[in-house]
């Protein structure tokens, strides 16, 4: 019950909006957040959308990581 | 970005795991207290791509797990009060209490509903005006705003027959208990949803008293070993501090929206942790105001004090002391179809972790 997932938001209705999970469609209560549109990213927790997902946070997560220097190559498997 | 296959790209994972193996050398311990985390290192077999010096241990971060006995026993009480109707998440059902479970009792026709959301258990009051409807508030800083809304709302109705059984709890107080109790953790992979909503600042004071790494993790394969690399980089020079992996979700001030809810509601008591014990300010239970919609407030229960099950050893594994596998019943007698202790019944619990996933 920890686990909370990405879901896409495809429509809101006041405090609640219908989101899909991987192609699965659940409803999403919207107490807990603001400002949320169509075409964005919550995770949701127990049928609560807890955050929006930042994509600029996501991307310079993975820009860093793409940047990351292993260091020695000789001790890499 | 879909914020799931990016995070589970193989080639990012060997350059991770390669720049671990080149930084790492000191022997180091960590911890991780949430489930969700528990599951995801077994699932992506984390543990077989660290240099053997690397050692994860899981802590008290599954809701059901650490759900102290006579806890469990109460709800099964409720359930016995002339009237009541329970609405619960479904994780709670094959806790083992101490004669029997809410599953057990189902069976036999007590009124036991799971639900998915504390909305519907709002939804259940209505329907049902003559029954009373307790909800089994359960879970830590992510969990506790679902709880904190359902109320607000039962208070906006009017509702006269809502209840709410806190048994909600708060991580950083055990993760200060287990340094307290002398367990050698070397660095935590702070838990991501709950400081999602809490919040990295909360980690500050546990810092500062303790001199500890904790670094805040996603749940993908890359999220945790990049936060790991960020442990040895931390270990290797010697620093403490609260460090943000999961940068997506998880900011320093949380959500204040969901906080304010919680504070409105909720306030800290001491509170009994499986395996753990008692734990000054580590749990929320309702404030006077809401004492209408307290269920141990408005529906009394006698419940002796509880003892674990023979054998388990449960409370070792959720401080980190021992591996599931050092338990004598550990796929033998318990099982995740039998279980006997509250961490073989969650797919979050360190035991059903191990069983699944090795
Ligand atoms: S294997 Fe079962 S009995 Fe042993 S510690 Fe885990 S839950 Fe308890």
Redesign the interface.
Known sequence: ????I?AKILSVDGLMAKASVNGAIVNT?L????DIKPGD?V?V????A??K???E??????KL??E?????EN??? | ????D??RDAA?VK?????I???SQKPLRIMEV???HT?AIRKFGIPQLLPSHIELVSGP????CVTDRTAIDRVIAFTRVPGVKLAT???LLRVPGSESSLDLEKAHGADVNIV?????AIEMARANPNRKIVFTG???E??T??SA?AVIEAAKLGLNNFFVFSMHKLMPPAMDALIEQGIRIDGYIG?G?VT??AGADMYNALVEKHKIAIVVTGFEP?DLL?AILMLVEMHEENRAGVEI?Y???VTVSG?P??RE?VSAVFEVCDEHWRGLGKISDSGLRLQRKYKAFDALQNIPVDVPQAFEPPGCICGEVLRGISRPNDCRLFGKACTPANPVGACMV?G?GACQAYYNHG
């Open positions: 019950m920890c686990l909370s990405p209560s107490h807990l957040v603001e990213y995770l927790h127990t049928g609560f807890l955050q997902i930042s994509e946070e996501a991307m310079e997560t993975l990581l793409a990351l220097d292993q260091g020695n001790t890499m498997l | 970005m879909k914020y799931m990016e995070f990012l350059k991770i795991t390669a720049a193996k080149n930084r949430c489930g969700g599951l971060g599954c809701p059901v998440y479904g994780d998915y959301s504390s909305l519907e359960i879970g830590f992510t969990t705003p679902a809304v838990p949803h999602t909503i890359v990049q992996q940068r997506r979700a959500n929206k969901a809810m969650s979050e």
